[in-house]
């Protein structure tokens, strides 16, 4: 009965990220928060959006904004492959898709090996993450979903798609 409750304790202190990778570097977003991963389809322009808002995607009759995450963080672009996917991610209300360039596994992090970002001086704007944490050797960078995704210029987005068919 004690390994019992010690395992349910472990699981509730526990989350689950889905891990992914841009460039060299691993992120992480909350598994809740994902609602599917999609191999990478034609993204309909917006213009007028924010450079990171690649367009829309019609997701079974519901315009789904895109973000590119790789323009959001400032990254250089490359051509998309294979691997790369939309991971699409429930943020409050909305439904975006989120490009990165593979997917890689869902791991189970404890709540007490989350670190909080490190201070970098007053001008760094750290409210893209959420924490960091470590697989083996390796840092992965807990993403703040709701701001990463700019849900304002994504809302937007869906708006003017909406509006303007």
Do not use: W
């Not at 460039?23 to 809740?32: A, F, H, K, R, S």
């Not at 790789?70 to 790369?84: D, H, I, N, Q, W």
């Not at 083996?136 to 798609?161: C, H, K, M, P």
């Amino acid at each position: 009965m004690d390994a019992y409750d010690n395992d349910a304790m472990t699981t509730e202190a526990a989350h689950q990220y889905l891990t992914f990778t841009l460039g060299e570097e691993d992120y992480g977003v909350e598994i809740l928060r994902v609602q599917e991963i999609r191999g990478y389809t034609a993204i309909t322009p917006i213009p007028n959006m924010p450079v990171f808002v690649k367009g829309v995607i019609n997701l079974r009759g519901t315009v789904v904004p895109v973000v590119d995450l790789r323009l959001r963080f400032g990254m250089p672009t490359v051509e998309y492959s294979k691997a790369t996917v939309i991971i699409v991610v429930n943020v409050g209300k909305h439904v975006i898709g989120c490009v990165v360039d593979a997917v890689s596994d869902v791991l189970d992090v404890a709540a007490d090996s989350i670190e909080k970002p490190p201070a970098l001086g007053e001008g760094v704007d750290l409210s893209f993450l959420r924490g960091i944490t470590r697989n083996n050797e390796d840092l992965i960078a807990l993403l703040n979903i709701e701001q990463v995704t700019g849900i304002q210029e994504a809302a937007a987005a869906t708006t003017t798609a909406t509006a303007h068919p």
